[in-house]
């Protein structure tokens, strides 16, 4: 194991405080977007859209809270001209509302979460046009505030009440021009007082064979001055064979951070030993000082990173009423305008992660933008944050301690749990966020991590839910079984091998983390789902005509017609198989159409992956379809026979597995 760092000091040069995009008040910055961003990108920042119906300089007294339509139609193209991250022209006879994801004010997030009662919208603009401030409720519907003319340069501040927005709502600003243009040369949302504390941030980023994305991010953050002023270090344990110090672009990038940036190699401990070598690092160091920091942002290593997310994501904690974990939302990397995920709560009774209620997954935002989604503008709050980005204040970690050996998979949620147990509230807040790949192209649950998914679920519901595991292992019994009609023996098989881990209790979790990802690899491959082909021409073609093969069998609709689509699909699998199908797919599926109640009456097929790149032969094999139910049934059965004891177990060993001296062997 070696320790590397930046040798040269930073090259950035230190803003100077006190201008509307800076200082100790500083909430959110008015951020642009890139020069090269694509239309659908630029919505995240602004609404360039026309027909918006604004309300006069001094609207009547009682237009002042009467909801107010705009018109939305067409995009009206690339209308304002930006000539920096944080300036821009506004042309003559145009108008542009910044009521877009980053920089509309997520208003309601802040009056739940922190002291704040009211706060200041800073603009320094030049030239001749004028400003409109906005709000919205809950429910979407938006209200006009006020707003001034601008002639010549002038600051422009006005203040704005935090108090209507118990429920939800947002804040934005929209610029408007006649004959002349308007520039704008920064501008920001401002508390009225400085932030208590300091802002003083330690990124921590694992990494294992991302090097390009990692420099990329590091890049990121020391190419803005401001950005670069909150970080104290960047942590980055290297758990790859390709490392980021080989990559292109991390020469500069670590002059840059200079002594700041802290690379650390490491075996592959996953996920969780990443971000625990991140914590650990901070909060004791090989030399039991650790790191002077006030804030720890976890962010995963395949991003791509809007700087501005880190000020935001220590603004927001810095100001929170109680110390809490902020936590940034995911934008696809993908379809970088889509939302995909507003927030998480987990379902105490089934004990699984899901998306927030009322919320909707992978929202295009330059299709409906902010001011079109009602949904939006509810304040959503959740159980915990994924670590794809996340804040956890300094006291937060020292009071918790670090994360458990769990490789991957639940470690982010079950801190977050652990963290409310405590006292410790999550905030998952609009307008900090990250592009992360999208999952629409992967589905984790059936290939070698899940493993993961069925252990560290268990261990997480032993420490955080319910007394009676009954709906936990009703779900997981309904699994296994769905695993099997897909002909998926290798997920069946991982599942069967996380129940015995988990059955061996707490004492296993350290021992197996340097070992498990190459027993459970080992443990796939035994099977045809977990050996894919490069190409269905592998094998021997079907013989399904055109026609046949591009047909499917429609899904059973209601309890009764799915209770014996069921029945049926159990009796085929405990039949014996056309030999002649063993080496020739009885056809060809695609990942689409990969359901239960077609490869259930299959006795074999090609199925593609989800990425598209390979295909999967499954053939079906009534031996081991009777000794895996029976496996899967019998420890089950034991899991709930000693689900009392195991939690008690699980929840004594807490503090031993999330200490320092917990992970030190592996570390030192």
Not at 79 to 90: D, E, G, I, P
Not at 219 to 232: Q, R, S, W
Not at 433 to 457: C, L, P, V
Not at 647 to 653: E, G, K, L, S, T
Request: glycine residues 8%; contains cysteine; aromatic residues 8%.
């Amino acid at each position: 194991m070696t320790q590397t760092s930046g040798n040269e000091p930073s090259t950035s040069p230190v803003p100077a405080r006190g201008s509307p995009t800076d200082g100790p008040t500083l909430l959110q910055r008015v951020i642009l977007p890139r020069p090269a961003d694509p239309m659908s990108v630029r919505t995240l920042y602004v609404d360039e859209r026309s027909g918006a119906r604004l309300a006069p300089v001094e609207p009547p007294a009682d237009e002042k809270t009467r909801p107010i339509t705009l018109t939305v139609s067409g995009t009206g193209g690339r209308r304002l001209k930006v000539t920096s991250r944080t300036t821009a022209v506004v042309p003559e006879q145009t108008e542009v509302s910044f009521g877009a994801y980053f920089n509309g004010f997520a208003a309601g997030y802040w009056r739940a979460w922190s002291t704040l009662t009211d706060i200041a919208l800073r603009l320094d603009l030049e030239g001749a046009g004028r400003v409109d401030v906005y709000r919205t409720k809950a429910d979407g519907s938006q209200i006009y505030v006020g707003g001034e003319v601008v002639d010549g340069r002038r600051e422009v501040e006005m203040a704005l009440d935090l108090r209507p927005f118990e429920d939800g709502g947002w804040f934005w600003f929209d610029l408007t021009t006649s004959d002349s243009e308007l520039t704008l040369h920064g501008g920001g949302w401002h508390a009225p007082h400085p932030a208590p504390g300091r802002a003083a941030v330690t990124v921590g980023m694992p990494t294992f064979n991302r090097p390009a994305d990692c420099v990329a991010t590091l890049t990121a953050i020391g190419e803005d001055p401001v950005v670069l002023d909150a970080v104290t270090a960047v942590i980055l344990p290297d758990q790859g064979t390709q490392k980021v110090r080989d990559q292109a672009g991390y020469a500069h990038a670590a002059a840059v951070l200079g002594d700041r940036l802290r690379i650390v190699d490491q075996p592959n401990l996953g996920g969780s030993g990443g971000y625990a070598r991140v914590m650990y690092e901070v909060l004791h160091g090989a030399d039991g000082n650790g790191i002077d920091c006030e804030q720890i942002l976890y962010m995963d290593d395949d991003i791509l990173l809007e700087p501005d997310s880190v000020l935001r994501a220590v603004a927001f904690s810095r100001f929170s009423r109680e110390p809490m974990l902020v936590g940034g939302q995911m934008l696809s990397l993908q379809a970088r305008s889509q939302l995909s995920t507003m927030g998480e709560v987990v379902d105490r009774n089934q004990f699984m992660w899901r998306p927030a209620p009322r919320t909707q997954a992978h929202h295009d935002l330059a299709e409906q933008t902010l001011r079109q989604t009602p949904w939006l503008h509810r304040r959503v709050d959740v159980d915990y944050n994924a670590w794809w980005m996340c804040l956890i204040p300094r006291v937060v970690a020292e009071d918790l301690g670090l994360p458990l050996p769990l490789f991957i998979k639940w470690d982010d949620a079950e801190y977050g749990l652990r963290a409310r147990s405590r006292g410790y509230r999550t905030a998952t807040v609009p307008g900090i966020a990250i592009w992360h790949m999208s999952f629409i192209e992967k589905d984790d649950s059936s290939d070698w991590q899940a493993y993961f998914h069925y252990r560290n679920r268990l261990v997480a519901a032993a420490l955080h839910g319910p007394e009676d595991p009954k709906a936990i292992l009703r779900e997981t019994f309904k699994r296994t079984l769905r695993h099997l009609m897909l002909m998926e023996y290798s997920a069946v098989a991982l599942q069967i091998k996380a129940f015995t881990d988990f059955l061996a209790g707490p004492e296993a979790l350290f021992p197996k983390l340097p070992t498990v990802l190459g027993e459970i690899r080992a443990e796939r491959a035994e099977y045809d789902d977990g050996r894919p082909l490069n190409s269905a021409t592998e094998v021997p073609l079907a013989e399904l005509d055109a026609l046949g093969a591009q047909l499917f069998p429609e899904p059973p609709v209601g309890r009764a017609k799915a209770a014996v689509g069921l029945a049926r699909g159990v009796l085929r699998n405990l039949r014996t198989p056309d030999p002649g199908l063993r080496e020739r797919p009885q056809r060809n599926v695609p990942w689409a159409n990969a359901q239960w109640f077609v490869l259930s009456g299959l006795d074999s097929a090609t199925v593609s992956t989800p990425d598209g790149r390979g295909v999967t032969f499954r053939r079906r094999d009534p031996a081991m379809f009777k000794q895996m139910v029976s496996d899967s049934f019998r420890l089950h059965r034991e899991v709930a026979a000693q689900w009392t004891s195991l939690r008690a177990r699980y929840r004594a060993a807490l503090p031993a597995l999330t200490s320092r001296d917990g992970w030190k062997h592996l570390f030192e």
